[in-house]
């Protein structure tokens, strides 16, 4: 068996032994393995949530996560962020805007649990759906770039290729290049990375308007993938994997275009077929 060469980032995966047998062959050796550990957010000293991540690009995480779950309305709502190490774990401690902490007390009051599904810090059936505005209309994606997308994420997959345990997000654009990516154990946690990033770096929409380009995922498509897609004011949300009823139903309200089976020049297309321009190309695909 041929082991994973040299270490994919720093902090992500850790060398350790194992042992097997591949090919009818038994082996031994070390391999890379995913690193995995609890990271816990606080909101101005108050705990929000706990989850289990891979302890890298964690600004981009915090800052994502706020956004992505309506903690805050714009990056610029966070004032600092540190991260504390403990052997229990890592603690991402978020200072924010007064206006939002009030708005988040309001929201938690009397938290009885945490989840790592992305629906952290509501009590009822009520809160589930956190109102956000539908996607204005805009250009179709040309269904070539899809491809493009995925063929790219897979080549950019590098904490992946080493250690097979780890999901992808990418943003891209409408010509399918892949301008960002960032990985994590969890799908919720790297689609929260990457919309951090993009928050970072000045290049998601205001309010109203619509994000440029599309997301494509290297999971399925469920309804908090599609609640991120959504409040990041992406148009589009394209999986490797199958969408789920909820995630149909959010994207049609929304009108987000939401994309599934997403292989080669294969896809199925769930919601908003308006946003992709389904025209064969010129040689029959």
Known sequence: MRMADGPPHAGGAQRRPVAGVRGGAAFDGRDWVAEERPVALEFNG????????TPLDLEDFALGFALSEGLLDAPGELH??????????????????????????????????????????????AQLERPLAPLPPGPAVPRAALARAQAELRGLQALQH?????????????????RLLREDVGRHNALDKLIGAMARTGTLAAAGAGTEGFFAVTSRASYEMLHKTAAARVRLLVAVS???TMAVDLAGRLGVGLAGFARGHDLVVYAGAERIDMRERDDGR
Request: aromatic fraction near 2%; glycine fraction near 12%; proline fraction near 1%.
């Open 46 to 53: 108050v705990a929000q949530a706990v989850m289990l991540a």
């Open 242 to 244: 199958a969408a789920t």
């Open 162 to 178: 080493a250690t097979g345990a780890v999901h992808a997000a990418a943003w891209c654009g409408d010509d399918g290049a892949v």
């Open 80 to 125: 600092g962020l540190e991260a504390v190490e403990s052997p229990e774990g890592i603690t991402l401690k978020l200072q924010i805007a007064a206006r939002c902490m009030a708005r988040l007390k309001a929201r938690r009051r009397a938290l009885a649990g945490r989840t790592g599904c992305g629906l952290c810090g509501i009590e009822s059936l």
